[in-house]
């Protein structure tokens, strides 16, 4: 089990403190100020940006109890689809506010970056539509998000940060997603 997840580990041996643990990537892309702070925070249980925050960039650490058996992410909320973002993740959460069509527009523009970036790998790919709370300034359907992902060939979700609704489900999927995978691979 350890081994299969050192497996990935292996192929990003850079940036971490040296440790040599099973531990998986996960970035967060999106257009800035649909909730990706806000969905972090909430998977790392804090209620300030208090932590590992260097260079106006943030990621957390946590281990979550799955399905019985335990997983260590490092989630980490970045604002641009800079090169690196694209090279470094296990798996990517691409989100948008539901309350902002522009958004939506930009997480079928970086899903579009992302594949060309890492076109032979099998990355898990979670469509996040944020803001599910806010019904009335709605731009983007639950069917239309639906059906993005759909056509892109990722999973989809709606969340809402501010209800803490769907947010531990999003995470979880994460994590089922990237053991899909690693099922698939090691022998
Ligand atoms: P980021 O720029 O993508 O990191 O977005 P932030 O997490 O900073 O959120 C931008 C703004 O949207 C903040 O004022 C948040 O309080 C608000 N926000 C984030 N998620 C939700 C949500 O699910 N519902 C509502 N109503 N507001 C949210």
Redesign the pocket.
Known sequence: RAGAARGSWSSESSGSSGAWEPLYRVV?L????????????LFAGVQERDVLEQHGEAAYERTLCVDGEETTLLVM?T?EPEHQCLQVGNAYVI?Y?V?DRGSFESASELRIQLRRARQPEDIPIILVG?????VRSREVSVEEGRACAAVFGCKFIE?????Q?NVAELFEGVVRQLRLRRGGKEP
């Open positions: 967060l999106g257009d800035p100020g649909v909730g990706k702070t806000s969905l972090v925070s909320d604002w989100v506010s309350t944020n803001k599910s709370d806010l969340t809402s940060a501010a209800l609704h």
